[in-house]
């Protein structure tokens, strides 16, 4: 079974960057469903972005044309590039993979977009 672990969390300012890394134990390659989420304090776990199938990749409308997904099979390593944050974007962001059946999830990072 693979373990997920998330890094590059933080604090940025309204209008920053950051790139989130989804580090796995094992290959990816054959892992088709691949996404983030992300949770607020009181919130509901959301969909950010997913990664299906064919490679597709469909984002959260609140999103587009801000964040992308994208894999390193090579490096075992899922990404998601965030830019021109906003502070509603603050939460706990998890790495997911479905594999067989089975949702497998990381410990999540922190990131805080404030001025």
């Known amino acids: 079974q693979v373990q997920l672990v998330e890094s590059g969390g933080g604090l940025v300012q309204p209008g920053g960057s950051l790139r989130l890394s989804c580090a796995a134990s094992r290959s990816i390659f054959s892992i088709n469903n691949m996404a983030w989420y992300r949770q607020a304090p009181g919130k509901e776990r959301e969909l950010v972005a997913i990664?299906?199938?064919?490679?597709?990749?469909s984002y959260a409308d609140f999103v587009k044309g801000r964040f992308t997904l994208f894999r390193d099979n090579a490096k075992n390593t899922m990404y998601l590039q965030m830019n021109s944050l906003k502070p509603e974007d603050t939460a706990v962001y998890y790495c997911?993979?479905?594999?067989?059946?089975?949702?497998?999830w990381g410990q999540g990072t922190q990131v805080t977009v404030s001025s």
């Open positions: 997911n993979a479905r594999n067989s059946g089975v949702n497998i």
């Open positions: 990664m299906t199938g064919a490679l597709s990749t």
